[in-house]
C-alpha cells in the first residue's frame, strides 16, 4: 500500500462547479497534513494546511478525519485559474522521517470554460 | 521576498561530468530537504538537513551528496551523473517540519537532463 494515495484523475469541469478530492495515508502516526498545488513544470506551492476540526479558506475547505487516515479538499465555484495539479501530503513522525514529506500522485484538475 | 533560489533551470550534461545544484533560501530556515520527481514516481526525498552540518539519507540518496556548511545553503553534488538521474530536482526548507503551520517553501526547481 502507498504512504499516501490520491485518485489521479483528471477531473474536468466546468467553471463554477464544486469538486473534491480524497487522499488517504497508511502511517497513523502522521503528525501534519497539507494540500499543495503544483502548476505544469513549476513547483508544489502550499495551498493549506488541514487541521482536524476542518479549515476553510476562500472557495477551499479541507478536512481531516484521523480515525479513517482521510483527507479531503473541496474547491467551490471552480475558477479556469484553478486548473493544476493538487497534492496531498503528509508529514510522519518523527525518527528517521523526520521532516520528511510523503507526497501523494496528485491529482489532475481542468477547468474548463 | 521570502523565496528559495536554485540554480541553474535547466542543465543538460554527459554522464559522468560532476555538477552541482546550488539551492539557498533568505528564511533562516533551519531544515532543508532536495526532492526529484519523475513521471509515475511523484515527489521523492533525496536528501534533508536538520541544520547546519546535520545531514541525513531521504528516500533515494544513492548517486547524491549534499552538504550544510552554512545554514541557508544546501547544495546538491552529482559526482559521477548517470542518465537515470535525469529528472527536475526541487530544493524545499521549512521553519518547523511536523508542525501544520508551517508548510515548506519550493525552489523554482532544476530540470537535469543526462545524456
Known amino acids: 500500500r502507498k504512504e499516501v494515495e490520491q485518485d489521479p484523475g483528471p477531473f474536468n469541469v466546468p467553471e463554477g462547479a464544486t469538486v473534491a478530492f480524497n487522499c488517504t495515508y497508511s502511517n497513523s502516526a502522521s503528525q501534519s497534513f497539507f494540500w499543495y498545488r503544483q502548476d505544469c513544470r513549476k513547483e508544489p506551492k502550499l495551498l493549506m494546511s488541514?487541521?482536524?476540526s476542518g479549515n476553510e479558506d476562500g472557495r477551499f475547505t479541507a478536512q481531516l478525519n484521523r480515525a479513517s487516515q482521510y483527507i479531503s479538499l473541496l474547491i467551490r465555484d471552480s475558477k479556469l485559474s484553478d486548473s493544476a495539479t493538487y497534492l496531498c501530503v503528509v508529514n510522519p513522525p518523527g525518527g528517521t522521517s523526520y521532516g520528511k514529506l510523503t507526497f501523494g500522485q496528485g491529482t489532475i484538475l481542468t477547468v474548463h470554460p | 521576498e521570502a523565496q528559495v533560489t536554485q540554480n541553474p533551470r535547466y542543465l543538460i550534461t554527459v554522464t559522468g561530468k560532476k555538477l552541482t545544484v546550488t539551492c539557498s533560501q533568505n528564511m533562516n530556515h533551519e531544515y532543508m530537504s532536495w526532492y526529484r520527481q519523475d513521471p509515475g514516481l511523484g515527489l521523492r526525498q533525496i536528501y534533508y538537513s536538520m541544520n547546519v552540518e546535520v545531514t541525513d539519507k531521504g528516500d533515494v540518496p544513492e548517486g547524491y551528496k549534499v552538504s550544510r556548511k552554512e545554514k541557508r545553503n544546501f547544495p546538491l553534488i552529482l559526482e559521477s551523473p548517470s542518465p537515470n538521474q535525469t529528472s527536475l530536482y526541487f530544493c524545499?526548507?521549512?521553519?518547523?517540519?511536523?508542525?501544520?503551520?508551517?508548510?515548506?517553501?519550493f525552489g523554482s526547481g532544476t530540470r537535469l537532463t543526462v545524456v
Open positions: 524545499a526548507s521549512t521553519q518547523a517540519p511536523g508542525l501544520s503551520n508551517y508548510g515548506y517553501t
Open positions: 488541514v487541521y482536524s
